[in-house]
């Protein structure tokens, strides 16, 4: 089965949530003003951009359900997801490396041995610890989103084509209890 095409108008609306994310980490947050209040909440756009992204995957590779127990398709599915996000996440991080040896960022800059390892294989946002570029949280938790991608595709039950409404649900419901009150006033 071929893959299933992009989405534009969702692309947008991620574009957006990205630009958000962006906002927030640029935006002061000392002031009291209407620019702060919107400001403050922009880190929301992260929210949208995992659903998003998360709906898109399910879209784009629904046709892997069922198959990730194959040869090489696991494997090849986290190679194309890695491979879009880990090279340019180890040049950051490996800059930010002598910037917060140097303690020249605005964040905790210790560098223990585990928080060196934890960044490099990507998994600290997974708990362990903490990023050495400070939105590196983000695309570790999207590295473990990618290892349950399998597990979640599989859990989804599509809804089949003639799925009964609430109306249509409640119909029998309503036609019980109206027959119950009925036997309940004729005595």
Request: net charge positive; charged share 15%.
């Amino acid at each position: 089965m071929q893959k299933r095409g992009e989405i534009r108008a969702l692309t947008g609306v991620r574009g957006l949530a990205a630009m958000l994310v962006v906002l927030h980490h640029f935006s002061p947050t000392d002031k009291i003003s209407l620019w702060n209040t919107f400001t403050n909440h922009t880190y929301l756009g992260v929210d949208i951009f995992f659903v998003l992204s998360g709906f898109v995957m399910a879209y784009v590779h629904h046709d892997l359900n069922g198959r990730f127990n194959q040869p090489g398709v696991f494997r090849g599915f986290l190679a194309l997801r890695a491979g879009r996000i880990y090279p340019l996440y180890i040049i950051v991080t490996l800059a930010c490396w002598p910037l917060a040896a140097a303690n020249l960022l605005p964040f905790e800059t210790a560098l223990p041995a585990q928080r060196v390892v934890t960044n490099v294989l990507l998994i600290q946002g997974w708990g362990l610890d903490i990023s050495i570029d400070n939105p590196g949280w983000s695309l570790s938790t999207e590295i473990l989103a990618y290892l349950l991608f399998p597990l979640l595709l599989a859990a989804q039950r599509p809804f089949p084509a003639a799925a009964p409404s609430l109306p249509g649900r409640l119909a029998p419901c309503s036609r019980r209890t109206s027959s119950w009150l009925r036997s309940r006033t004729r005595r």
